[in-house]
């Protein structure tokens, strides 16, 4: 049996509001021209960062540390709580920013025992 559904007909069993152009959603913002369609997470970053009271950090050419060899020995931090949290929301800007892909996922292999040195 086979179900079809109109739009006239979901109006009636379902509210339905055009909230037109689709501009921010779930923290991705959408940019449309000629070309195409963009999508960028610049004001969740912006969130992040103050967030993490990390508004006067230096910028990196490179986003993680080369040749730093990663233990899970070493003094755990002291808030592994805020570790975690970190993670993830860099987990999600990736969506956006896979060239922080490797990094992000590197650091997230120590999620269960966090060091100072991560």
Not at 26 to 38: C, K, P, S, T
Not at 40 to 60: G, H, P, V, W
Not at 68 to 95: D, H, M, R, S, V
Request: charged letters at 20%.
């Amino acid at each position: 049996m086979e179900c079809t559904l109109n739009i006239a007909q979901s109006n009636i069993a379902f509210s339905f509001k055009d909230l037109g152009l689709l501009h921010y959603f779930l923290g991705i913002e959408v940019h449309r021209d000629a070309g195409g369609m963009y999508l960028k997470q610049t004001k969740y970053i912006r969130d992040i960062i103050k967030k993490f009271n990390r508004e006067k950090a230096s910028y990196c050419p490179t986003p993680m540390v080369t040749g730093k060899k990663f233990t899970t020995k070493g003094e755990l931090i002291a808030n592994p709580t805020l570790y975690k949290q970190a993670i993830g929301a860099l987990q999600y800007l990736t969506n956006t920013r896979p060239d922080i892909t490797f990094f992000v996922n590197k650091l997230n292999q120590y999620m269960s025992s966090p060091t100072i040195d991560h």
